[in-house]
């Protein structure tokens, strides 16, 4: 493990991060302190380290080997983030990491007094950290001149093209210099970003500090947990697991804003110490509830995605989903929010009964295993609530040396019954908490989606124990016992087929995969096309990540395999031959999808 100063890390900010404490670097740090200089596009979790990371390379950039920045009027590098909190928060991790350069950084965020803004920039600048908004203001008011820019960095771009900036982020790129550097930090690539890459950055070395070899990242240290319950029960659910975790400091996700003054409501009304945070507050309001979830003096934030998009909040153990994330990346950034820079921490999703299939379709794409299980009981709070009194009076007993709570114990004791006068105490130590909730008693048995699939699916049982259930393999069948972590299941393409039934299949593999986005629901429409088969013929489709396969009905196999190994003059890089045995077993697979009736998509 090397340490920054033998990652050539710029000495001032290699001081900087010592007085810290941060003596080693993260994965992103490193991965992009070893990068040739050039565009990066580098794929990062928030929590990784990665605002550290494009403050070194933009100190190398504007420093080079001076100790002291240049310092002029007009910015030299541009950060761009998604929310006023994370432009903040990015300011002020940048600030002290540049703080024995002598570089001056402000930050621009909707929200505030815009004339403040102008009259800030009127004293000089060397960094401008900001939201994508108020800098497009600031430059159209002539306040903020982006032609002194060596370099501009996207912090969290995926977020920033969800959230509709896509044309606020083109008009800052394009008034930047055409020779700057442009460094993209996203947790997803989607493809609208490799779009803005292709368009924005030259050459880009795309760097993924979490593939093949790299140490564990951020997300590493998460545990994925998901309880289903009954109809009705997601409020008591989330009491049960804010209880059994009895962490400092927790997030719980609802989908909207009312969500969260309903959920904030039921929580404070049970005698949680929470705060509520929604994109429709005043700053001030957000500001105050942020910082009393920092000082300790809140427990829980209840929020939103918006709201608490790229907040740094220190030692948040505990995330739950009140509401089940909209999406993959939404799934991605809140769980983010916990296992921050090296620390463990739990992620739990709340799904009603009816959100079963949903869930299981978000951890798939967002590439996550989870365990299901049954939220924690009220009884089972109660057995945790006399371990930790139990444990924790033990500990305090061996510390205590005050003399007036040893004074006062030691006439409690004579005076009345050992045993009773403990009971008594205890019975204060374990009031004041919120009960735990009874919930509905719920089957946590999953249906079978696909009563012929051979998948491999990851279940908890009620006790909590993880075990591993393989439904019956069909002929043909790859499925593998355990499933890498990026690992998708898989079902067959549709009924189960008489034909495939009688003849047996054969196994055939395309050279496209997860890494060319393919997909079951287009891949079926090209293997019938290039074999001149009907669907009828197609078993089960393995997406893996380089390539894929599928099943052929036997009967079918030679025909169809003499068809396909035709060039394709419209695909002609697309080829498709008989897999080698095991082959499937190699395979990362992913879940059979509706097909795309009328326009499938092609490679
Ligand atoms: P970020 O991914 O930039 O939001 O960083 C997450 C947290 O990790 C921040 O609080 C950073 O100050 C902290 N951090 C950054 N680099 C290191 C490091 N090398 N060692 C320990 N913590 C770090």
């Known amino acids: 493990m090397s340490s920054f100063e033998e990652l050539s890390a710029h000495p001032a900010l290699a001081r900087a991060l010592a ?3 941060y003596d080693t670097p993260t994965a992103v740090q490193e991965a992009v302190l070893v990068a040739e200089e050039r565009d990066l596009l580098v794929s990062s979790q928030t929590g990784s380290g990665k605002t550290v990371a494009f403050g070194l390379l933009l100190a190398r950039l504007l420093l080079g080997s001076e100790e002291r920045i240049k310092r002029g009027m007009r910015p030299r590098a541009l950060v761009v983030a998604p929310t006023r909190e994370l432009a903040v928060q990015v300011h ?36 401008v950290v900001g939201t994508p908004g108020r800098l497009v203001d600031l430059v159209e008011r002539k306040g903020l001149d982006l032609e002194g820019l060596e370099a501009v960095v996207l912090d969290e771009a995926d977020e920033m093209l969800d959230l509709g900036f896509r044309e606020a982020l083109q008009a800052l790129l394009d008034k930047a210099p055409a020779e700057r550097r442009t460094l993209l930090f996203s947790a997803t690539l989607p493809s609208e970003i490799r779009a803005l890459a292709q368009k924005y950055q030259k050459h880009a070395l795309h760097i993924d500090p979490r593939g093949a070899g790299a140490r564990p990242s951020a997300h590493e240290d998460i545990r994925h947990v998901c309880h289903l319950v009954a109809n009705g029960d997601r409020v008591a659910a989330v009491v049960n697991v804010l ?16 969500g969260v003054a309903e959920m904030h409501r039921q929580l404070a009304r049970r005698g949680f110490s929470a705060v509520a945070m929604s994109g429709d507050r005043a700053q001030a309001e957000r500001t105050r509830a942020l910082d009393a979830v920092r000082a300790g003096s809140a427990q829980v934030l209840v929020a939103t995605n918006v709201a608490a998009r790229g907040l740094d909040l220190p030692d948040v153990g505990l995330v739950v989903h009140a509401d089940l994330p909209e999406n993959p990346e939404a799934l991605t950034h809140r769980s983010g929010r916990t296992g921050r820079a090296g620390k463990k921490g739990v992620n739990v999703l709340i799904a009603e009964m009816g959100e079963r299939r949903r ?3 978000l951890f798939q794409l967002a590439h996550v295993v989870c365990a299901w299980t049954a939220a924690p009981s009220a009884s089972s709070i109660a057995a945790a609530d006399l371990e930790r009194v139990f444990t924790q009076v033990l500990t305090d007993a061996q510390a205590a040396d005050d003399q007036a709570s040893l004074g006062l114990a030691d ?3 004579t005076s009345g019954e050992p ?5 008594a105490l205890l019975k204060r130590a374990l009031t004041g908490r919120p009960a735990g909730e009874v919930l509905k008693p719920i089957d946590l048995k999953p249906k079978p989606r696909h009563p012929a699939t051979h998948a491999t699916t990851r279940s908890v049982s009620h006790s909590g124990s993880q075990s591993t259930s393989h439904a019956a393999a069909r002929p043909g069948s790859h499925a593998r016992p355990h499933a890498p972590a990026h690992a998708h299941v898989t079902a067959p393409a549709g009924k189960p087929r008489e034909a495939m039934a009688k003849s047996g299949v054969v196994l055939f593999e395309i050279n496209l995969g997860a890494k060319d986005n393919a997909e079951p629901g287009w891949l079926l429409p090209l293997v019938c096309r290039r ?46 031959e008989r897999a080698a045995a095991g082959d499937g077993a190699k395979l990362a697979t992913r879940s059979w999808k509706p097909l795309a009736k009328k326009h499938p998509r092609r490679p």
């Open 411 to 413: 006439r409690l004791l």
């Open 243 to 258: 209880r059994q975790a009895d962490e400092e400091r927790a997030i719980v996700f609802c989908a909207r804003r009312e």
């Open 92 to 127: 002020k991790e940048l600030s002290w990491l540049f703080q024995p350069t002598g570089a001056r950084l402000l930050a621009f965020t909707g929200g505030t007094d815009l004339r403040q803004d102008l009259r800030a920039l009127k004293g000089g600048v060397e960094l």
């Open 19 to 21: 007085t810290r404490g």
């Open 359 to 361: 869930a299981e379709r």
């Open 531 to 576: 074999g001149s088969i009907t669907r009828k013929e197609v078993g089960a489709i393995r997406v893996g990540r380089d390539s894929s396969t599928f099943e052929i009905a036997a009967d079918a196999a030679d025909e169809f395999g003499a068809n396909a190994a035709e060039r394709d003059p419209r695909a002609p890089n697309v080829r498709i």
């Open 419 to 423: 045993r009773a006068i403990v009971a």
